[in-house]
């Protein structure tokens, strides 16, 4: 398989967990890359569901090496839970592996998260509220606790008790309670002495991977339109989504990459607020009441729309993507016709890829093309050949249109619901 990155192509839930799993049949080592516990990866084996926050999905399959990469920001309490839930599945988490340099996502964190979007308003972002662009904000600031500090305990109680002083004259400048050093401090003191044994010089330990010529899956959260750098600022998450983002948040070089798989749906999806220049009410409806597109992490409706060539265009530039994983395909079975967007009107102008002026996106309307609907039933095919003529020619022009190679079609969330290009 060789190093491969893995992004989404879109604005995140692109069905990366899945595609990921796959991959990883392959693959010695699954490293998580940037984002928390905002982000949410379900991964379906038969009739069990898995939802994995910070733990790489590789972690699903036995006798593979699982990193929590130094570009993580961790939630240390949510990912005590989250192994625990897994071993209550019957999951064994023996070969995870936690960068001592990982920062850390804290109480006071998750309520500035929330006193932030309160005091937006209208104008919110449409967080989590997990605490992850504070999280981000110290780190950047300086300011940030890492794992390294979690784990000893005597220099962790001065850091925290430094921390919660500060950040509660924040909270009471927004009208919030002050937290409690000592309940904080009991609950992580806890959570630090049951993530040591996992916790490591993961730049090292990659590093040894590469040497010895082990297959590495570097796995992203989120999509590249929630790029802080990339995405539709400032309606994105606070770290680098993108193929650039799995250097510098494992440590390993751009020299040791391969390639660069992008993970997109066969229509267009996104969580929070933010322009979405393909929304559609009526695609929207459709996949609701199938049951589909609601969130893992936090459970909201996702909004949908038709597929995006110019948004994935853009990304495939952005990452540098070689092939293509399209998931969801399956969504798409009943309806007559299917439209794309080719291109945005802007006022008189027309452009071919997406502004950066977030005014300029949210007027954007979409150029369609329309392509006939093959109404039959795919998520039983295995085989490209077995897929609807009109299937095949849809999924090659939304190929074409991006720009890279199609080499995966996703026609349901099972393994086996994989079909190989």
């Known amino acids: 398989m060789a190093n491969t990155i893995l992004v989404g192509a879109q604005w995140g839930d692109e069905g990366k967990g899945k595609i990921i799993d796959v991959l990883t049949e392959t693959a010695d080592v699954v490293v998580r890359t940037q984002g928390g516990n905002n982000a949410g990866h379900t991964v379906y084996l038969g009739p069990k569901k898995y939802v994995l926050h910070l733990i790489p999905s590789g972690i699903l399959r036995k006798g593979k090496m699982c990193i929590i990469g130094n570009g ?41 998260d929330s006193q932030r979007e309160i005091l937006k308003g209208k104008n919110k972002i449409g967080t989590t509220k997990r605490g992850i662009g504070p999280a981000y904000g110290d780190k950047a600031a300086r300011t ?5 500090d979690l784990i000893n305990p005597e220099r962790f109680e001065g850091l925290l008790r430094a921390k919660i002083k500060e950040n509660n004259e924040i909270l009471k400048a927004f009208g919030a309670k002050p937290l409690s050093f000592a309940k904080i401090h009991a609950e992580y003191r806890e959570a630090g002495r049951r993530l ?19 297959d590495i899956l570097f796995e992203g959260a989120q999509g590249t339109f929630l790029d802080i750098d990339h995405g539709s600022y400032p309606f994105v998450t ?28 066969a229509y267009t999806t996104r ?33 949908c729309g038709w597929f995006d060539a ?19 395909l399956d969504g798409l079975d009943t309806l007559d016709t299917i439209k794309v967007c080719i291109g945005y ?19 954007c309307q979409p150029i369609y093309a329309e ?40 026609v349901g969330p099972a393994r086996e619901q994989t079909i190989f290009v």
């Not at 920001?73 to 839970?81: F, K, R, S, T, W």
């Not at 040591?196 to 082990?214: D, E, I, M």
């Not at 009107?345 to 007027?363: N, T």
């Open 72 to 112: 993580v920001v961790v939630d240390p309490i949510g990912l005590v839970a989250e192994i625990d839930t897994l071993k209550k599945q019957g999951v064994t988490v023996k070969d995870l592996f936690i960068s001592e340099s990982a920062h850390l996502v804290l109480p006071y964190h998750r309520e500035l």
């Open 144 to 148: 940030g606790l890492r794992m390294i």
């Open 196 to 214: 040591k044994p996992f916790v490591t010089n993961t730049v090292v330990l990659l590093h040894k991977a590469t040497s010895r010529g082990a």
């Open 238 to 265: 606070s770290s680098n989504t993108t193929a650039g983002g799995a250097c510098t948040g494992s440590g390993v070089a751009p020299n040791k990459m391969d390639r660069v798989m992008g993970v997109m749906k």
């Open 271 to 303: 969580v929070g607020e933010g322009p979405l220049p393909t929304e559609n009410a009526e695609i929207a409806d459709m996949l609701h009441a199938m049951g589909r597109e609601f969130g893992a992490t936090t459970g909201r409706a996702r909004r």
């Open 310 to 328: 110019v948004a994935t265009r853009y990304s495939a530039i952005i990452n540098g993507i070689d092939e293509l994983a399209v998931t969801n």
């Open 345 to 363: 009107r802007a006022g008189s102008a027309k452009l071919d890829y997406v502004p950066a002026d977030i005014e300029v996106l949210a007027m």
């Open 371 to 410: 392509f006939p609907g093959w109404k039959t039933d795919t998520s039983k095919c295995r085989k490209w050949k077995q897929l609807p003529p009109k299937a095949r020619s849809y999924l090659k022009a939304i190929a074409e249109l991006t720009g890279a190679k199609l080499k995966i079609a996703s």
